[in-house]
């Protein structure tokens, strides 16, 4: 499946993750494995600076996968940019 397939937009979020420091290696693992998911950065306290590019409802799985990986105390969008798909054909 294409980016932005379900949807006729693609999102772009950047966001802050707080999780608990001791849990904030594993936090990233899970983070990574969500499709569109990149981690940029990761501080000694747990803040995880992440970035999520997907298309549609797409967005709102993530988010809400985010949000609920054990260890994460807060998810905080800081950016979001919506861009319509343009048809190729």
Do not use: F, W
Request: charged residues 30%; negative net charge; aromatic residues 2%.
């Amino acid at each position: 499946m294409r980016l932005g397939e379900r949807g006729d937009a693609v999102n772009i979020a950047g966001l802050l993750i707080q999780a608990r420091k001791q849990r904030a290696r594993r936090v990233r693992e899970c983070i990574e494995r969500i499709p569109g998911a990149e981690v940029h950065a990761v501080t000694a306290d747990g803040r995880l600076v992440v970035t999520v590019e997907a298309g549609g409802e797409d967005m709102a799985r993530a988010l809400d996968r985010l949000s609920g990986i054990e260890g994460v105390c807060a998810t905080t969008l800081v950016y979001h940019h919506s861009e319509p798909i343009e048809d190729d054909t």
